[in-house]
Nanobody, 120 residues
Framework: QVQLVESGGGLVQPGGSLRLSCAAS????????MGWYRQAPGKQRQLVAS???????NYADSVKGRFAISKDNAKNTVYLQMNSLKPEDTAVYYC??????????????WGQGTQVTVSS
């Protein structure tokens, strides 16, 4: 069982920055793709950014050039650096760990979420 614990959310003014952290239980980064998702009120959860076990990254178009995902294998922690924040970035942000095995088994684990509010 993988446990994920997010931290770093809060209230920030438009144009500001925040860094989210997601601490994973155990050394899972060699096997799992790590992702950050967000869900705004009344909207579906959507992928913000992901990083594979090999370090390849992927971003939603709405955050390209503003957000950066990274991971520290020694600390079992994945980060989301968010710059130039906009009010539309306001949401609950969730950390996700995903793995598809060679037998096509799917594993998904979620953190509890952390609130990010961008407002003046």
């Amino acid at each position: 069982q993988v446990q994920l614990v997010e931290s770093g959310g809060g209230l920030v003014q438009p144009g500001g920055s925040l860094r989210l952290s997601c601490a994973a239980s155990g050394n899972i980064f060699s096997f799992y793709t790590m992702g950050w998702y967000r869900q705004a009120p009344g909207k579906q959860r959507q992928l913000v950014a992901s990083i594979t076990s090999g370090g390849s990254t992927n971003y939603a178009d709405s955050v390209k050039g503003r957000f950066a995902i990274s991971k520290d294998n020694a600390k079992n922690t994945v980060y989301l650096q968010m710059n130039s924040l906009k009010p539309e970035d306001t949401a609950v942000y969730y950390c996700n760990a995903h793995r598809t095995t060679s037998l096509n088994q799917h594993f998904d684990y979620w953190g509890q979420g952390t609130q990010v509010t961008v407002s003046s």
